[in-house]
Nanobody, 124 residues
Framework: QVQLVESGGGLAQAGGSLRLSCAAS????????MAWFRQVPGKEREFVGR????????EYADSVEGRFTISRDNAKNIVYLQMNSLKPEDTALYYC?????????????????WGQGTQVTVSS
């Protein structure tokens, strides 16, 4: 069982930066592919990016490629989402999740142990 708690959201201006954190409980954190998703009201949860268990490999959605960076600290059971050059369209509730199928899928239903999310609001 894994419990995830996101933090670090808030209000930022366009062009600014925020760093989100996702703290995980459980001794097997380092074995999981971890992912970030985001959701705005009335829309489906959207894949943002993911990181391999050892932190070597990452993958990002086209909409955030080059602006967002995912990293992890397995000693602390934390995964990070560094968001730079923020845009108003990045406004959303951001979630981290465990990939149930490893690197195989990027859909929300292939992920689990969702946290409560942290709100990011970017003003223009």
């Amino acid at each position: 069982q894994v419990q995830l708690v996101e933090s670090g959201g808030g209000l930022a201006q366009a062009g600014g930066s925020l760093r989100l954190s996702c703290a995980a409980s459980g001794r097997t954190f380092s074995a999981y592919v971890m992912a970030w998703f985001r959701q705005v009201p009335g829309k489906e949860r959207e894949f943002v990016g993911r990181i391999s268990p050892g932190g070597i490999t990452t993958e990002y959605a086209d909409s955030v490629e080059g602006r967002f960076t995912i990293s992890r600290d397995n000693a602390k059971n934390i995964v990070y989402l560094q968001m730079n050059s923020l845009k108003p369209e990045d406004t959303a509730l951001y979630y981290c999740a465990v990939a149930r199928t490893g690197w195989a899928g990027k859909t929300p239903r292939e992920h689990g142990y969702w946290g409560q999310g942290t709100q990011v609001t970017v003003s223009s």
